[in-house]
């Protein structure tokens, strides 16, 4: 059984709002409307947003921002641009 607990709620909260706004961020930066999952390219892409992400969700590794998307949207691993794009792309080169 999970009890919730008020700062555990507003903890949440904060982290869904961050990421929101981070999402937000890299749509308007492209000047063009993106779901989550293509946020999630851009980000698999860009070494220099991923260090955005770390930094504002202080976490130490792209693993650990992985697990935040995935907590967000667990459905970007079924997105077919995110496999079109592991597939193309060799593991090695990947997060990089």
């Given at each position: 059984m999970k009890?919730?607990?008020?700062?555990?709620?507003?903890?949440?909260?904060e982290l869904y709002c961050l990421f929101a706004k981070l999402c937000t961020y890299v749509?308007?930066?492209?000047?063009?409307?993106?779901?989550?999952?293509?946020v999630f390219l851009?980000?698999?892409?860009?070494k220099q947003l991923r260090k955005i992400f770390k930094k504002q969700f202080e976490v130490d590794s792209d693993f650990e921002c992985i697990q935040l998307f995935l907590k967000f949207d667990p459905s970007i691993y079924k997105s077919k641009y995110i496999m079109k794009y592991l597939n193309n792309t060799s593991s090695?080169?990947?997060l990089q």
């Open positions: 009890i919730d607990s008020p700062s555990g709620n507003m903890e949440d909260e749509t308007l930066v492209n000047g063009k409307k993106l779901n989550t999952a293509n851009h980000f698999l892409k860009n090695a080169k990947i």
